[in-house]
């Protein structure tokens, strides 16, 4: 048990497709995170919260909409994806962001863009 | 450009000692990471250097060298489960962390 859930597990959607990922934490940490990770490439970081405020959005297209009600959830709302969406979709929290505290993640998103 | 280099694979043999190597070229340096992901799972923390030198975790054990841009993770006694990808992460002078695209570590018996 990471502390860090997702859901769900795996998704398949058509490029027209509206859908969401969920990420909830148990930790009580103020910083979260999401993550996509492709095949032998290096975790791409997409957004980053701390402490419900949107600190990073790394120049992701904008059919990727974050939305942080609370320091526990996160959300990932997508739409018209494109094939190249198609990786595993994680999430991360930590003490803080901005600080060298280490991250603990979820187990990801499986998504597949047909 | 920010960079971090691993090997992509490396195979050893179950009860035998494995050094993964990872060096690095960042805006500054607030401490690297290194994360265990098995395939299918989500990556765990493993280690934490920020200083020079070693630090062991009972079979495993991480060093840093600041000035020569590098770090390994020493795993001893392997075991079969510890098969998985490993993830070496430096933070960087904005406390961004900047991820390796991971090394894939077979053991083999």
């Known amino acids: 048990e990471t502390g860090v859930t997702q859901t769900p597990r795996h998704l398949v959607m058509g490029m027209t497709n509206k859908k969401s990922l969920k990420c909830e934490q148990h930790l009580g940490h103020n910083a979260m995170y999401w993550y996509k990770q492709s095949a032998k490439k290096p975790l791409e970081l997409m957004f980053v919260y701390n402490f419900k405020e949107q600190t990073e959005n790394n120049s992701v297209p904008s059919r990727f909409s974050p939305e942080c009600p609370n320091s526990s959830h996160l959300f990932l709302h997508l739409h018209t994806l494109q094939p190249e969406d198609s990786a595993l979709y994680l999430c991360?929290?930590?003490?803080?962001?901005?600080?060298?505290?280490?991250?603990?993640f979820g187990p990801g998103t499986r998504l597949t863009v047909t | 450009g920010q960079n971090i280099d691993q090997p992509t694979e490396m195979t050893a043999t179950e009860g035998a000692i494995v050094q993964i190597n990872c060096t690095y070229q960042t805006s500054g340096f607030n401490g690297l990471f290194w994360y265990q992901q098995h395939a299918g799972e989500a990556p765990t923390f493993l280690s934490y250097n920020v200083l020079d030198g070693l630090e062991e975790k009972g079979r495993f054990s991480s060093f840093l060298s600041r000035s020569k841009g590098y770090s390994y993770l020493l795993l001893k006694e392997l075991q079969m489960k510890d098969s998985a990808s490993y993830l070496c992460?430096?933070?960087?002078?904005?406390?961004?962390?900047?991820w390796g695209a991971g090394t894939k570590l077979i053991i083999k018996p």
């Open positions: 991360a929290s930590s003490q803080e962001a901005g600080e060298s505290y280490e991250q603990y």
């Open positions: 992460a430096v933070k960087d002078s904005n406390y961004q962390l900047i």
